[in-house]
DNA sequence: GTCTATAGCCGGATAGAC
DNA sequence: GTCTATCCGGCTATAGAC
C-alpha cells in the first residue's frame, strides 16, 4: 500500500475513467477532462503524453490483474465450482476497488490504438482459462451438460457487467454480495 | 412485412447501427457512414436530417418494442416462470432481428439530446414491470427468497448483451437458445 | 506546473450546380 | 438524389511566457 494521496497523473487518470464511463472515450474531450481536474487543458501535457495513454493505462492495467488472477485460480487443485466461486470473487474485488476503469475496459478497449493486439491477447486468454475451467467442470460432472458456450457467455456476461451494478450499492458488503451472486449464477432462481 | 428492398434513408440506418457498434456514436463521422452507404457525406442530407435523428430512430424504435412486449407479458394470466421464459424468448428474437440496435440500445442511449427523457420513461417502465414479475415469483414462492436486486441485475444484464453473441452464431437455432438459456437462467448450472 | 495563444486538422451541416 | 465546395466550430496537441 503506497501513499493515499494521488499524484497529478493518478487524479486524471481516475477523473478520466469516470468521464469515459459517463459519455465514453471518443465524448470525453481534453478540455472536460481538464475541468474536471480543475485545470486548462494545456496543463494536462505535463503530467500525461496523450488521450490515448491515459486510456491504454487505465485499461490495460485492469485487464492484466483479471488474467494474472485467473491464472493463479486456474492452477489451484480445487474442484470447478470453488474456482467459479473464485472467479466471481475476483470480479467483485476487482470491479469494487475500480468501477469506473471496468467501463472503459469494457465499453473502449476498441479505441485503443498502438496496445489494441496486447489487449486482445490479454482477454483471449482470460477467456481460455474459463472455458477450460468449465469444461473440465462438466467433464467431472460437477457442471450440468448444457451448452458451454451459452453458460460461458451468460456468466461471463453478468460478472463483466457488475461494474453497472455495484457502485450503486454504496453499503455494499462485499462477502455477502459473492455469496449470494455465486448462488444465482451456479444453482438458479427457481425453488 | 413489407417489401425486402430498403429505403435509402433504412439503409443508411441499418449501416450506422452497425457502425455504432464497432466504435460507438460518437467516434462514428458523417464521412464513415456516407462510405459504408456508397455516397458522400452531403447526400446524406437528403434522407435524414442530422446525425442525431439517426441515433434516435434506431434506439427508441426497439426501446417500444421491449416496453410493449413486457406489458403483454405481465398481463398475461401464467406463472412466474412462465412470464420469465417469455421475457427471454422476447429478449432473443428481438436480438436476433436487430442485433446492431440492440447495441446502440445498450451502449449509445447517453448521447441521445431531446429524446433521453422518453428513452429513460421507457427503460423505467420496462424495468418496473421486470421487477414486478420477480417479485410476484418470489411471493407465491415460485422463485427463490434469493437477493431481488442481485436476480434482476444478473438476469437483465444476460439478456441486454446478447447482441455480442448472437451474432456469432451464424446458424442459430433460435427455439433451442430459448430453452437452453432459460433452463441456465432459472434452474442454474450445477448438478 | 500552469497559463494564454494558436497550429493544424477534422467534425456536422449547408449551398448550389448538375 | 448526388455531387463539389465550403462554413465554422471544436478537437488534440504544441510553443513559449510566467
Given amino acids: 500500500m503506497r501513499s493515499n494521496t494521488l499524484s497529478r497523473k493518478e487524479q ?5 475513467a469516470q468521464l469515459f464511463k459517463e459519455k465514453g472515450y471518443s465524448a470525453v474531450t481534453m478540455r472536460d477532462l481538464a475541468a474536471a ?14 488521450k490515448q495513454q491515459i486510456l491504454s493505462e487505465i485499461i490495460l492495467d485492469i485487464a492484466q490483474q483479471f488474467t494474472d488472477g485467473i491464472e493463479t485460480i486456474a ?6 465450482i470453488s474456482k ?6 475476483q470480479h467483485i474485488t476487482l470491479t469494487a476497488d475500480n468501477p469506473y476503469g471496468m467501463a472503459a ?6 479505441h485503443l ?39 460461458l457467455f451468460s456468466i461471463l456476461t453478468t460478472l463483466r457487467n457488475l ?5 450503486k450499492k454504496a453499503d455494499l458488503e462485499k462477502d455477502k454480495l459473492i455469496e449470494e451472486l455465486s448462488e444465482i449464477l451456479l444453482q438458479g432462481i427457481v425453488k
Same sequence: chains 1, 2.
Fill in 12 to 16: 486524471i487518470c481516475v477523473k478520466a
Fill in 37 to 50: 481536474v480543475g485545470i486548462k487543458a494545456a496543463s494536462l501535457y505535463n503530467h500525461i503524453t496523450s
Fill in 75 to 80: 492452477t489451484q487443485e480445487t474442484d470447478a
Fill in 84 to 89: 467459479l466461486k473464485a472467479v466471481v470473487s
Fill in 105 to 110: 475496459l469494457n465499453n473502449d478497449w476498441m
Fill in 113 to 151: 490504438e498502438g496496445k489494441l493486439e496486447y489487449y486482445l491477447k490479454l482477454r483471449s486468454a482470460y477467456e481460455k482459462q474459463f472455458k477450460t475451467i468449465v469444461l473440465e467442470g462438466q467433464e467431472l460432472g460437477e457442471l450440468k451438460d448444457v451448452n458451454s458456450e451459452i453458460l
Fill in 163 to 167: 461494474y453497472l451494478w455495484i457502485p
